[in-house]
């Protein structure tokens, strides 16, 4: 490669004014420039390596007691940095598309408490790493495009465009608004989830930043902290919660090891966190909502109760959207129902029926779907008999899928079918039981499949007569031609079948 003649002597007088500082540190720049040669680093790779080497230089300088080399250094390294990086950039010929740098930005104090260092020092796969803490810009910080989570969305990137995804791809990507093939709709890497607790609560667990900001841990956290400060749906409040965000640093004395032990702990490391039941949390969605109606002057309408559910929606971290906080009230519904059957009806102890509610607490979404005729819910409300034969089964966890939910509404059809149920819940043996339980089933599917011939011959009764009382000139006075081409589409489709059925050609019937 040709190099300009101008861009040599930047180079010589970059070199130089690093030997200026401490004859180490020009080594270093002048080894790393010839490395960006020779190597085709990402600038991100050149200014992480080139300023990890001159932070441990100052840290060996202070612990020297070098005062003149620290000094040099606390002034001069990002400005001497930055010069490198970008002389490095011409030397191997990046075109202006090229990334640019930050220079590393320093910890500040925020909401009264000032950056320092962790007490006790945290501990990441049996090894203890010192930490400093403090607050920085959420603007300043990069998402990790080193990020093993995206290392296959990133490969597919590459392939298409040929470079490294700039800030706003890498985020795109995070937030699953990039088609990539492969990947589903939706939320993937769930941001925007996280994004709504955040709003809520702020950043609860520290990110980890490596000493050039570079990030270790937290890239869900930074994404979901540029979501929220980018998008309509937050108020200015939690802009502002999401605007700084708390983070631990690694200092300028951090190995490899320490690196290496913080990715390993945070990524394959259980912690071991359980999540609340749905049944907890619906319980004190539930019990907000009920608070809520309680302070209302009169019964809220239809409009107000819309507008109370999402404010509960978002207290609660489940976004603009209601359909979580409906369907949490019904499912509620449902398990007080079958609670006070148990504990009223049937004498049962209230824990005991508690524990059985949460643990069959997703059944109840089934079994409050279908309001309208036909469905389960419906049948359900029809005849308490019936539903209470429903909550029976369901304690003694004689229901093993959600077919068998859904099919309740057949079942509920047919005088049989529910005769077959009610020996399912007198059986003992789980085995007999889940018999007569598919008994049920099969005979209400037998009985539907009856009813759709029979419905079928009225039907075809009914319009054969309706046809032939018509008018002749209906057909051209009345009837849109739309709907004529339907019908003849329709006679030409069950004319062959049914003229093989009867024996002989259409023509001849």
């Known amino acids: 490669m040709k190099v300009d003649e101008d861009v040599r002597r930047e180079f010589t007088a970059i070199v130089e004014a690093a030997y200026c500082i401490s004859k180490d540190v020009g080594q270093e720049v002048e080894h790393i420039l010839q490395r960006g040669r020779e190597a085709h680093l990402s600038r991100e790779e050149a200014y992480r390596l080139l300023t990890r080497v001159i932070t441990v230089l100052k840290g060996s300088a202070a612990r020297r007691g070098d005062e003149a080399t620290t000094k040099a250094l606390e002034g001069d390294i990002a400005s001497v940095v930055q010069q490198a990086i970008d002389a490095r950039s011409r030397l191997i010929g990046e075109g202006p598309a090229a990334r640019p740098v930050r220079v590393p930005v320093a910890l500040i104090a925020h909401n009264g408490i000032d950056p320092g260092p962790v007490h006790p020092r945290p501990c990441f796969h049996g090894k203890e790493v010192p930490m400093n803490s403090g607050f920085i810009k959420t603007i300043d910080i990069e998402l990790w495009d080193r990020n093993e989570r995206l290392d296959i969305h990133l490969g597919q990137f590459r392939q298409k465009h040929g470079r490294e995804p700039t800030p706003q791809e890498l985020l795109d990507i995070m937030l699953s608004r990039m088609q990539l093939p492969g990947i589903s709709d939706g939320d993937q890497f769930e941001i925007i989830k996280l994004a709504r607790s955040i709003a809520i609560n702020g950043v609860r667990k520290p990110p980890i930043l490596d000493t050039d900001?570079?990030?270790?841990?937290?890239?869900r956290r930074v994404a979901a902290c540029r979501y929220i400060l980018s998008n309509d749906e937050f108020d200015s409040?939690?802009?502002?919660?999401?605007?700084?965000?708390?983070?631990?640093?690694?200092?300028?004395?951090?190995?490899?090891?320490?690196?290496?032990?913080?990715?390993?702990?945070?990524?394959?490391?259980?912690?071991?966190?359980?999540?609340?039941?749905?049944?907890?949390?619906?319980?004190?969605?539930?019990?907000?909502w009920q608070a809520m109606l309680a302070v209302e002057a009169r019964s809220p309408g239809p409009r107000r109760q819309a507008e109370m559910k999402r404010e509960l929606s978002k207290k609660f971290a489940l976004g603009p959207d209601t359909t979580t906080v409906n369907r949490y009230l019904k499912m509620v519904d449902w398990a007080n129902e079958f609670e006070d059957h148990h504990i009223n009806n049937k004498g049962r102890d209230v824990y005991e029926v508690k524990h059985r509610a949460n643990h069959y607490f997703q059944y109840f979404d089934e079994l409050g779907k279908g309001?309208?005729?036909?469905?389960?819910?419906?049948?359900?409300?029809?005849?308490?008999?019936f539903k209470y034969l429903v909550f029976d089964l369901l304690f003694d966890g004689k229901f093993r899928n959600w077919r068998q939910i859904r099919e309740l509404k057949l079942i509920y059809d047919s005088e049989e079918a529910r005769e077959a149920l009610a020996r399912a819940r007198a059986e003992s043996a789980p085995e007999l039981a889940e018999d007569h339980l598919e008994n049920a089933m099969t005979i209400a599917r037998t009985r539907k499949a009856?009813?759709?011939?029979?419905?079928?011959?009225?039907?075809?009764?009914?319009?054969?007569?309706?046809?032939?009382?018509?008018?002749?000139?209906?057909?051209?006075?009345?009837?849109?031609?739309?709907?004529?081409?339907?019908?003849?589409?329709?006679?030409?489709l069950v004319e062959k079948h049914a003229a093989a059925i009867l024996g002989g050609k259409a023509s001849d019937l």
Request: net charge negative; glycine share 4%; proline share 3%.
């Open 213 to 219: 900001l570079t990030l270790l841990d937290g890239n």
């Open 237 to 288: 409040e939690q802009k502002r919660r999401a605007e700084y965000i708390f983070v631990w640093q690694l200092t300028e004395h951090a190995t490899a090891d320490d690196r290496n032990a913080v990715v390993v702990s945070l990524n394959f490391e259980p912690d071991c966190k359980q999540d609340w039941p749905e049944y907890v949390k619906a319980r004190k969605v539930y019990e907000e």
């Open 450 to 492: 009856e009813m759709r011939e029979v419905g079928a011959n009225t039907r075809i009764e009914s319009f054969v007569r309706w046809l032939e009382e018509l008018p002749v000139k209906s057909f051209r006075d009345s009837i849109r031609p739309e709907n004529l081409k339907r019908l003849l589409k329709a006679l030409r």
């Open 371 to 385: 309001a309208s005729a036909g469905g389960v819910a419906y049948s359900l409300n029809q005849d308490e008999g």
